[in-house]
Nanobody
Framework: QVQLVESGGGLVQAGGSLRLSCAAS????????MGWFRQAPGKERDFVAA????????YYADSVKGRFTISRDNAKNTVSLQMNSLKPEDTAVYYC?????????????????WGQGTQVTVSS
């Protein structure tokens, strides 16, 4: 199993930036595909970004392409989400997730392990 703890959320004005981090402990971090999801009030938890085990391939939701960047450091057991040009519609609780499915990408059901979430609020 793996335990995940997110940090870095907060309040930012539209056009600003935030960097979310997720620290993992437990089983070998490099054996997991890592993802970020977000959930706004009253909405489903949606895919944001994912990164393969080696970090060689990444995936993004269309709504964040060109603005968000996912990265990982397998030596430090961390995955990060750099969020630039933030918009009010990016406001949500952001969750870090881990999957031991080799080909996991954008589907929430592929991820078995979740953090507690961190709030991101973007004011207009």
């Amino acid at each position: 199993q793996v335990q995940l703890v997110e940090s870095g959320g907060g309040l930012v004005q539209a056009g600003g930036s935030l960097r979310l981090s997720c620290a993992a402990s437990g089983r070998t971090f490099s054996s997991y595909v890592m993802g970020w999801f977000r959930q706004a009030p009253g909405k489903e938890r949606d895919f944001v970004a994912a990164i393969r085990r080696s970090g060689g391939r990444t995936y993004y939701a269309d709504s964040v392409k060109g603005r968000f960047t996912i990265s990982r450091d397998n030596a430090k057991n961390t995955v990060s989400l750099q969020m630039n040009s933030l918009k009010p519609e990016d406001t949500a609780v952001y969750y870090c997730a881990a999957s031991d499915v080799l080909g996991a990408t954008i589907h929430r059901g592929e991820y078995d392990y979740w953090g507690q979430g961190t709030q991101v609020t973007v004011s207009s």
